[in-house]
Nanobody, 123 residues
Framework: QVQLVESGGGLVQAGGSLRLSCAASGRTFDRYSMGWFRQAPGREREFVAAITWSGGSTYYGDSVKGRFIISRDNAKNTVYLQMNSLKPEDTAVYYC????????????????WGQGTQVTVSS
């Protein structure tokens, strides 16, 4: 298992930027593809972005494509989510997760989850 801790959330105005970090414990971090999901009140958890273990491939949800960038630093056991041109509809709790198998886009493909970090975008 991998223990995950997100940070970097906060309050930002529409059009602004934030960078989320997800620090992982364990020596096997570089074996896992990683993902970011988000969940707004009353809504299902939504796929945001994913990155393969090497960082060679990335995947994005349609609502964030062109605005968010996922990256990772295996030497630091950390995955990042750079969020640009933020919109009020991006407001949610953001979670990082370690992928086990299956679809990159579904929560069912991920085994280990962080506790989440709140992102609030004001209009």
């Amino acid at each position: 298992q991998v223990q995950l801790v997100e940070s970097g959330g906060g309050l930002v105005q529409a059009g602004g930027s934030l960078r989320l970090s997800c620090a992982a414990s364990g020596r096997t971090f570089d074996r896992y593809s990683m993902g970011w999901f988000r969940q707004a009140p009353g809504r299902e958890r939504e796929f945001v972005a994913a990155i393969t273990w090497s960082g060679g491939s990335t995947y994005y949800g349609d609502s964030v494509k062109g605005r968010f960038i996922i990256s990772r630093d295996n030497a630091k056991n950390t995955v990042y989510l750079q969020m640009n041109s933020l919109k009020p509809e991006d407001t949610a709790v953001y979670y990082c997760a370690a992928r086990l198998s299956g679809s990159y886009y579904s929560t069912s493909g991920y085994r280990d989850w962080g506790q989440g970090t709140q992102v609030t975008v004001s209009s």
